[in-house]
């Protein structure tokens, strides 16, 4: 295994218990068993494991039942919706490649999966849904809006939070939630906008999600954000096996790598750890109710 393959060493705990509030235990080297042993190791003892599609959101939502330190979110992901109406192998997130396109029926179908998935208990959160212009071109915006739209309803009606995926997409991610009124609820997950649209999230009650890419040498206007945001509508995330903190970008993501980003987050915040992590905990557990 080459250095850039090899996990990232475990840094040192973290004197309060955290969460990490979006990551992807199916598509991380080992059993969720070990990720979570191994988070809990440094103060991580919750993650919000999030579906991409209807496989993975059943996948979240089995998990979640099984492992009571796990709570699932369940949605299709922008990038799922032309997929699934297109069959276009490049408007899918995961680029698994193409399938035959089966319209507007079909993207009702994986709706209503993942509304009777929203349903459950051990189910806190609708997501990761919302807009992305930079996978998706034109032919699939409209796709997109269609699936945001419903995935908003979905959350108002069992009362669940719901978590936003927003790429080069911040004007019409706003728009539409303005249109259709957000869940009281809701969550920018990997907030990438500035400290403008910060301020508008702020104001409307909105919880801004920050992961390692806060920590890039160009993520200044993310830093510039964190620092404006209110500190009762912050969390922290991995993304995992996205997004890995300096200095380990480009190696594997996992929970455990959380309280890199946190103490990153504190030395914006300009407040020590310990304020940092206890503000971040109480955030979470009330973002998702649990």
Avoid at 41 to 57: A, I, M, N, P, R
Avoid at 226 to 248: K, N, S
Wanted: proline fraction near 7%; hydrophobic fraction near 40%; charge should be negative.
């Amino acid at each position: 295994m080459s250095a850039k393959d090899a996990p990232p060493p475990l840094p040192e705990p973290l004197p309060v218990a955290v969460a990490d509030a979006h990551t992807h235990l199916d598509m991380q080297n080992g059993t969720v068993e070990e990720a979570l042993t191994k988070a809990a190791l440094v103060g991580v003892e919750t993650v919000v494991q999030v579906g991409c599609d209807v496989k993975g959101s059943r996948w979240a939502a089995e998990t979640a039942a099984a492992h009571p330190n796990v709570h699932a979110a369940v949605a299709l992901h922008p990038n799922e919706a032309p997929r699934i109406v297109l069959g276009d192998p490049e408007g899918g997130w995961s680029r698994q490649g193409a399938r035959e396109g089966g319209g507007d029926a079909a993207l009702d179908d994986a709706l209503a999966e993942i509304d009777r998935l929203a349903a459950l208990a051990h189910v806190k959160a609708v997501g990761e849904t919302g807009l992305d212009h930079y996978r998706t071109g034109p032919e699939g915006k409209e796709a997109q809006e269609r699936s945001f739209r419903a995935h908003i309803e979905i959350a108002k009606r069992h009362g669940k939070a719901l978590v936003i995926h927003d790429r080069e997409a911040h004007d019409d991610v706003l728009r539409v939630l303005a249109e259709e009124g957000a869940p009281e609820r809701t969550v920018f997950h990997c907030y990438s906008g500035d400290a403008d649209m910060a301020r508008t999230c702020a104001e409307r009650g909105y919880f801004m999600s920050f992961a390692g890419n806060v920590t890039f040498k160009n993520a200044q206007p993310l830093r510039d954000a964190l620092a404006v945001a209110p500190l009762d509508l912050v969390l922290v995330e991995t993304d995992a096996p996205f997004l890995t903190p300096a200095p380990y970008r480009g190696r594997p993501n996992a929970p455990y790598l959380i309280p890199v980003t946190v103490r990153a987050m504190a030395a914006v915040r300009g407040i020590d750890e310990e304020e940092m992590a206890t503000a971040l905990a109480a955030n979470t557990a009330r973002a998702f109710d649990y």
